[in-house]
């Protein structure tokens, strides 16, 4: 085992050599023996897109151990049933978290607030990692020598580490097939149903918990999720395969139907519904009256712009947690979905709805 750890150690450190003389990332291993799911599971996404550092973390941990970590920095993890371990003792699969003691609720927004996955302990408070975001682009990369206590410590931040233990009980049935009958099952508001297994498609309709649904298709990964086509309320389209529970039979899904008034187009006054939480759009009811949300606390301001798209002119600029009333949208344009807002006393415009929550 000596030898297999110091093989390793030794073509990690060949391998980023190399790398950096071809200019690419430089990569990260993990010991041999340090299995864990959480591990394995952020690994599975290395070079797609993972969102926000945060609930790219909680979207790896609900996948590989079954378990949700709350919306907050320190007690969220707790809420999960997480234990904190020291930087000595931290090991693949425990997660880092940097953040201001004083200031953990969910809308903290400040800057060195970050999350990282450990896949190894160099020792010394140095750990190889997996995060997303950490270039500011939502990707999810390795991070061979992360040093979260230094990188703390200059911007006046603390540093926990948690284990979250628990096998590998993944969030999405791997059985769906052609054929099976579902139940939409969301966390929460609404299911997206999207035009493509992808963030990226259009939102066709959101359909409501107890929606029934046909699989029509074989599954598909992409963005971090596993997708499958369905028909429901009317219409054909993808959705993420995680908010759907599998039902005995299309009989079976028939019964919970709901009326056909519940499964309608959503109204002009909507924003779209979550495919995961704070990853795509935040869910919200189908109600014509205006819907309350607040900004979410991604990195700099939310721009409000004078109509849907990003070559649209910019009114303002949002800060994290800022009130807005949604009055219109969603509309897809430039690869997003924009709902129209109002700030009281303030602005009156356009925002990508992937950048707020309820």
Not at 83 to 92: H, M, P, R
Not at 93 to 106: F, L, N
Not at 237 to 264: H, I, N
Request: with cysteine.
């Amino acid at each position: 085992m000596f030898y297999r750890l110091v093989d390793l150690r030794l073509m990690f450190v060949l391998l980023v050599g190399v790398l950096a003389v071809a200019g690419a990332a430089p990569s990260a291993s993990r010991a041999a023996g340090e299995e864990s799911p959480i591990a394995n599971t952020a690994l599975k996404y290395v070079g797609s897109h993972g969102g926000q550092c945060w609930t790219f973390m909680q979207q790896v941990v609900f996948e590989a151990t079954g378990k949700r970590v709350g919306n907050d920095y320190r007690a969220g993890y707790f809420e999960a049933g997480a234990t904190e371990v020291s930087a000595a003792e931290a090991k693949a699969g425990d997660i880092i978290q940097v953040a201001d003691d004083d200031d953990t609720s969910p809308w903290a927004s400040y800057r060195g607030l970050h999350t990282a996955i450990v896949l190894e302990n160099l020792g010394n408070g140095r750990f190889n990692a997996v995060d997303s975001n950490q270039n500011w682009d939502e990707m999810v990369r390795l991070r061979p020598g992360y040093e979260p206590y230094r990188l703390a410590a200059a911007s006046g931040l603390d540093v926990h580490i948690y284990r979250i233990t628990g096998g590998a009980a993944p969030a999405v049935p791997v059985s769906f097939a052609t054929g099976d009958a579902a139940t939409v099952a969301p966390d929460s508001g609404c299911l997206n149903l999207r035009s493509e297994p992808s963030l990226k498609g259009s939102v066709l309709t959101c359909l409501k918990a107890g929606t029934a649904a046909n699989v029509t298709g074989e599954p598909v990964s992409a963005d971090g999720f596993t997708w499958v086509k369905v028909e429901a309320a009317g219409k054909t389209g993808w959705v993420a395969a995680r908010y759907l529970a599998k039902t005995q039979s299309p009989a079976t899904a028939a019964a919970v139907e709901p009326p056909p008034a519940t499964v309608s187009e959503p109204p002009a006054a909507t924003a779209p519904a979550t495919d995961a939480p704070a990853v795509d759009a935040p869910a919200t009811a189908k109600e014509p009256a205006a819907v309350l949300a607040k900004v979410d606390n991604s990195p700099g301001c939310l721009r409000v712009r004078k109509e849907p798209g990003t070559g649209a002119g910019i009114l303002d600029c949002l800060p994290a947690a800022t009130a807005v009333a949604i009055i219109d949208g969603p509309v897809d344009a430039s690869g997003l979905a924009w709902v129209k807002v109002v700030v009281e006393g303030r602005v009156t415009g356009w925002v990508a709805s992937a950048f707020l929550l309820q």
